[in-house]
Nanobody
Framework: QVQLVESGGGLVQAGGSLRLSCAASGSTVSGRALSTYAVGWFRQAPGKEREFVATITWNADAAYYANSVKGRFTISRDNNKNTVSLQMNSLKPEDTAIYYC????????????????WGQGTQVTVSS
């Protein structure tokens, strides 16, 4: 059973920074190691659909971002520690949402339906 646990959320003023972490553990249905899965971050604001934020390939050779966060957020991973981080700088009130990490065996994709495992989420609130 795979577990993804997010941490690092909180309340921050506009212009501030937060660093989210996603810790992965467990055995996958596919039998492949979690370190071979791409990992993505998604977010869902109240009353809105879940949206893609960023994703990173299994070996960290590529990362992709939503236009709304490009240049402000950076995704990274440490496969030795089975963790993926999302550094969020220059935060805006519109970044307020629950942030979820997810793992996908198919690779770094933007579609949430293609992700196999999900965490429970961590709340990020940006005040103006």
């Amino acid at each position: 059973q795979v577990q993804l646990v997010e941490s690092g959320g909180g309340l921050v003023q506009a212009g501030g920074s937060l660093r989210l972490s996603c810790a992965a553990s467990g055995s996958t249905v596919s039998g492949r190691a979690l370190s071979t899965y791409a990992v993505g971050w998604f977010r869902q604001a109240p009353g809105k659909e879940r949206e893609f934020v960023a994703t990173i390939t299994w070996n960290a050779d590529a990362a992709y971002y939503a236009n709304s966060v490009k240049g402000r957020f950076t995704i990274s991973r440490d496969n030795n520690k089975n963790t993926v981080s999302l550094q969020m700088n220059s935060l805006k009130p519109e970044d307020t949402a629950i942030y979820y990490c997810a793992a996908a065996v198919v690779g770094s994709v933007r579609a949430d339906v293609l992700y196999d495992y999900w965490g429970q989420g961590t709340q990020v609130t940006v005040s103006s």
